[in-house]
């Protein structure tokens, strides 16, 4: 693919393997191949490590992340799991939001807790909000778990954002999707692999080995969710795509 931006004719000129393709540059679509490769680029350059929130590194993109907020206004869970903790900034991010609300705590899974991360999680004020579980998300003693910290009636959210290879991603979908209420999501982040299979720091397997084929093939056999991005709150573009690492991602419980 060769992209040839013309500030001066206002064109943005896509040739994909001699099949060529003239937008006008200041259009939706434009923007959105652009995008494209503004993501792809990014990813590369690791821009998703150059962020933080209240103190703690948060590996995300802000768009997904100002995304994230929207939808946990408008879900309100009573309780948000999120598999892979690493820094801890996405708890503390959740956190921040569920004080913000006054409604909602965090249950944080990882195979791993290193001790200063443990360490700066436990101490950092948003603390209070969060339980740290250290074991695999899908061994069946750590799922118990997770379950056991659930009460009856409450509203579940679940973000899977550990070990993104389909097997795992699929696994986690299949052991807290029960979970999900009705109405709210589980979250199958960094899909966006299948689509830098091909840069520099990409593996060649992803092109099927991602959380968004897990997730496509998971409401294959799960008519009771399906795979749907949440309504933008506020829109006064023409724009209907998101930036994101999380294509595909949001599956919703009818």
């Known amino acids: 693919m060769k992209l040839t931006l013309d500030t001066e004719a206002n ?56 995304r994230m907020q929207e939808v946990i206004f408008q879900v309100k869970p009573d309780v948000i799991i999120e598999t892979g903790v690493a820094h801890g900034g996405s708890l503390i991010f959740y956190s921040s939001l569920c004080k913000a609300m006054e409604k909602g705590r965090i249950i944080g899974i990882d195979i791993e807790i290193r001790p200063h991360n443990r360490a700066a999680i436990e101490a950092h004020p948003l603390n209070d909000r969060i339980t740290l579980i250290e074991g695999s998300s899908t061994a069946t003693d750590i799922v ?22 389909y097997a795992h991603v699929y696994d986690e ?44 093939d998971f409401v294959a056999k799960h008519p009771e969710f399906v795979i749907e991005q949440p309504a933008w709150p506020f829109n006064e573009s023409d724009l209907e795509q998101n930036i994101t690492h999380w294509p595909g991602a949001w599956l919703k419980r009818k």
Not at 56 to 65: A, G, K, W, Y
Not at 144 to 160: D, M, N, R
Not at 185 to 199: R, S, W
């Open 11 to 66: 064109t943005l000129t896509l040739d994909d393997a001699g099949q060529i393709k003239t937008l006008e540059l200041y259009s939706t679509d434009a923007f959105e191949a652009i995008s494209r490769h503004w993501v792809r680029i990014g990813w590369n350059q690791k821009y998703q490590y150059t962020f933080s929130w209240m103190g703690r590194p948060v590996i995300q993109l802000p768009e997904d992340m100002i």
């Open 144 to 165: 118990a778990q997770v379950k056991s910290l659930v009460k009856p009636g409450e509203i579940v959210l679940v973000i899977l954002d550990s070990n993104h290879t």
């Open 173 to 216: 979908l299949e052991a807290y999707a029960e979970l999900v209420t009705p109405g709210s999501y589980i979250v199958a982040t960094d899909g966006i692999m299948f689509d830098l299979a091909d840069v520099p720091r990409g593996v060649p397997g992803w092109v099927t080995d991602n959380p968004t084929f897990a997730a496509r």
